[in-house]
């Protein structure tokens, strides 16, 4: 980052027996109009497991605060994932809190952990976000990824990449580690960073895949 430093010190403050004397110096960052919008989805963890000890309201109180730190020029959109995914807030401004919080307050725990179609749902949003986004300024795409265990669920036609596996698969041949690591890669690759983050009794194999 460029910085201007400014500093000023007296000829008559200069001691002449050699003693130390003290200056001041300001940093200030220049201003720039360079910094990128950021595209973010939270996608959320909907299924049943996270009705216990709170999880998904403590997820909720998490996504509000993270976003009452967004800007204007940035967009924000949710997905709701169980057996399969759904769009809560659907690509809004940063600073529109309230929309935010309508679809949040929406989320209920039910069903299994199908993170694949979390996932991919999220994927497709941010598509759809920069695509109606009017401004040509290349955004910073993110998917936080917020979730209390390992995929029990998985919808193999909604990530084609992943083509290794097929329907006939059993979800219990499945590598829980695996499969969701593979599709975060694949999203790094097309320039989206993928975070996660556990809340409850969450398996820590998934997230650092």
Known sequence: MDCRISGRLEHSQLPKTGDRTTAEITLQP????????????????????MNFGNRLQTIKDGVREAV?????????????????STVAVDGVSGADSEKVGEGLASLVGHGKTNIIDGLSESRALLQRMEQNEASTET???TIAL???GAPSTYSWDTFPELGEYGEDTADEDVDDVELPGSAATILNDEGTTVYAAGVGDYSLDVLEA
């Open 30 to 49: 220049e201003a720039s109009s360079k910094v990128r919008p950021l595209f973010i989805i939270f996608c959320i963890d909907s299924s049943s497991s």
């Open 146 to 148: 917020l979730t209390d």
């Open 68 to 84: 009452s730190h967004l800007s204007q020029k940035d967009r924000v959109g949710v997905v709701a994932f169980d057996d399969e």
């Open 139 to 141: 955004a910073a795409k």
